[in-house]
C-alpha cells in the first residue's frame, strides 16, 4: 500500500508540473492533457518495462484520471499564477521526493540487486521530467549545468540502500531516501548548491 501511495502521489505532483509546462508553451486543453500525462507517467513507465513487470497506468487506469484532472486544474488556475516557472520547479522537487522513494521501494521489493534498486529509483524520479522538457522545448532540469537533479536522486535513493544495509525497515528506508533526496534538490534550487562542471582547457598559443 505504501509503494502504491508513492505512486499515485509522484503522478499527482508530476502531472501538475507538466500541465504548468504545458501553460508556458500556449497549448491547448489537449495538449495540457498529454504533457501531463507524458510527465506523470514517463518515468514509472520506464521503470516498469526495465524490471519485466506490468505497466503501472495499463493496470490501473485511474492513474490517467489523476493526470488528466491535474491537467485540467492547472489549464484554469495558471493564469493567476504569479511565477509559473517558481511553481513548476518547487512541485517538481517534491515529485522527486516523492518518486525517487517509489522506485526504490519497487525494486527492492521485487529482489533486484542494489545497484539495480538505485537506477530504478533515478529512472523512476527524472525520466518523466525529462520527456516534459525536452517535448516542451525547455533546458531540461537534469541537465542544468551543476544543479543537484540526477545527483539528488542517487544521493536519495542511495541513502534508502545504505539505511536498509544498516537493519531499517523499508517504510523508514524510503522516508529517509525521500528527505535526503528534498533536501539536496531544494538546496540547489533555494541555495545555489552545485556540483562541479567540466570546462574545457583553453586552447594554447602556438
Known sequence: ??????????????ALTGALAASRAQLDLIGFGF??????????????????????WIENPTVLAICLAAA?????????????????????????AVAVPAGV???????????????????????????????????????????????????????GMTAISLGASLPVALIICALLTWVLRSGSIFFGWRLPVYKSRPPKNK
Open 105 to 159: 521501494g519497487i525494486a527492492f521489493s521485487l529482489s533486484h540487486s542494489i545497484p539495480v534498486v538505485i537506477i530504478m529509483g533515478m529512472v523512476t524520479g527524472t525520466m518523466g521530467g525529462l520527456m516534459r522538457d525536452v517535448v516542451c522545448n525547455e533546458v531540461p532540469m537534469v541537465l542544468k549545468q551543476g544543479e543537484l537533479y540526477v545527483s539528488a536522486a542517487f544521493g536519495g535513493a542511495a541513502s
Open 1 to 14: 500500500m505504501t509503494l502504491v501511495l508513492l505512486d499515485y502521489a509522484s503522478v499527482l505532483i508530476f
Open 72 to 96: 485540467l486544474v492547472v489549464f484554469f488556475a495558471a493564469p493567476f499564477m504569479e511565477s509559473r516557472y517558481t511553481w513548476l520547479t518547487w512541485l517538481d522537487s517534491f515529485a522527486l
Open 35 to 56: 504533457i501531463a500525462c507524458l510527465t506523470a507517467l514517463g518515468g514509472g513507465t520506464l521503470r516498469d518495462v526495465f524490471l519485466d513487470r506490468p505497466v503501472f
